[in-house]
């Protein structure tokens, strides 16, 4: 048998003639930038997140960029953010010239540890960036709570997270501002690169807009210090377009997840994302923690099974910048032992029971310890 890590293909099958319809018709009106689907796209991931206003633009990363630039972040402030995330959560950050500040994970949900965050608070913090690690919710309550004491936003970076819930509120509409990606394997994976900003302020609304549109709110009147961070119709046609499915899409992957998990739940060397009982996580990555990963992935490889690591250097490790080794020890420990198993809403139960079944072989012959 033979499993990808991820199955896209099967994804656009299921949307294609739809799809082609649309594209035939925004090629007919030439309607190539920021058009009428990016609009109506708009207006539903939004309210799919108990959000009044959405801006869709050109990927996760600018949204990031983006919800930083909203709130004036620049040159001698800082911002704090996990250690375990994907790099682009720090690139918000240094491109408002501000200074990431790293704060390690819990190592029951692998999200930012809400206990540590107050202690990094200095005069100059400007902003808090929760991330919904693997589609898991952090901490939203204790965040929160921090933030108000301090007088200091959450920013959301829920790139992972379409959906998911904290407290059975929707992630996206507890930060001020809540960047989204649409990269093609994500939950809701648009036909190219693509994010979302969603807030409740039209003020923050209207300004990053303004600043995606080449700091411009009328043609060649630039009053901001712009850039291009438009989505491309084309593009947010697809996003319109298999919003009615995310749900569905979304379901799929939480069986999938509770299978791998009742299937591995004896196999006393598997670690999982804890859940918190009030949360909705909605799995983006299947994650699973072993001692013996290097040789866990190299065996499933050979049955068949591909798998990815999610992250194999935590960021405060990345050359670019200047944490130490033993500044966020769980979030090292994660990255040496994490592995991400095949998931997305065609995984069959079969192939589900099959990697569950090699990963038994394995442990069964390694004895190993977590
Ligand atoms: C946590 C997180 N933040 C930000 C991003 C950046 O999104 P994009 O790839 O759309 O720029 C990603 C994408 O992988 C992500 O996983």
């Given at each position: 048998m033979k499993i990808p890590f991820v199955d896209l293909k099967s994804n656009f099958d299921q949307i294609k003639k739809e799809y082609l319809i649309r594209v035939d018709q925004i090629l007919n009106d030439t309607s190539?930038?920021?058009?009428y689907y990016n609009r109506s796209f708009e207006d539903k991931f939004a309210s799919l997140h108990d959000s009044k206003f959405g801006v869709s633009l050109s990927s996760g990363t600018a949204g990031n960029h983006m919800a930083l630039r909203a709130l004036n972040i620049g040159v001698g402030d800082e911002v704090i953010l996990p250690?375990?995330?994907?790099i682009a959560t720090a690139w918000g950050i240094t491109l408002c010239g501000a200074t990431p500040v790293f704060v390690d994970v819990d190592p029951?949900?692998?999200?930012?540890?809400s206990k540590q965050v107050e202690e990094k608070i200095?005069?100059?913090?400007?902003a808090i960036i929760a991330v919904h690690l693997y589609g898991l919710p952090a901490k939203m309550d204790a965040l929160l709570r921090v933030g108000k004491k301090y007088g200091i936003p959450i920013i959301e970076d829920a790139a992972q997270a379409h959906l998911a819930e904290f407290d059975s509120q929707k992630v996206?509409?507890?930060?001020k501002l809540s960047s989204f990606s649409?990269?093609?394997?994500?939950?809701?994976?648009?036909?190219?690169e693509a994010g979302a900003i969603t807030t409740n302020s039209e003020e923050l609304t209207l300004k990053i807009r303004k600043i995606i549109n080449?700091?411009?709110?009328?043609?060649?009147?630039?009053?901001e210090l712009g850039t291009n961070y438009r989505l491309s119709h084309l593009i947010a046609a697809s996003l319109d377009l298999k919003i009615p499915y995310l749900q569905e899409w979304t379901e799929a992957r939480i069986r999938i997840a509770n299978r791998y998990q009742n299937n591995l739940?004896?196999?006393?060397?598997i670690n999982f994302q804890k859940v918190p009982s009030n949360c909705k996580a909605v799995y983006h990555l299947f994650v699973v923690q072993t001692q013996n990963r290097s040789d866990l992935q190299k065996h499933l490889n050979e049955k068949g099974i591909s798998t990815g690591i999610?992250?194999?250097?935590p960021i405060h490790l990345q050359s670019i910048f200047n944490g130490k080794?033993?500044?966020?020890p769980i979030a090292e420990k994660l990255a040496q032992q994490t592995l991400s198993l095949p998931i997305y809403p065609n995984l069959t139960d079969s192939e589900v029971d099959y990697v569950c079944d090699r990963i038994r072989d394995f442990s069964m012959n390694k004895n190993i310890e977590v």
């Open positions: 190539f930038i920021d058009g250690a375990n995330t994907f029951e949900t692998f999200n930012i540890d200095t005069s100059n913090t400007k996206g509409s507890f930060g649409f990269y093609p394997s994500k939950n809701l994976g648009a036909f190219g080449q700091g411009s709110e009328s043609k060649y009147v630039h009053s739940k004896d196999i006393s060397n999610h992250y194999p250097i080794q033993g500044d966020c």
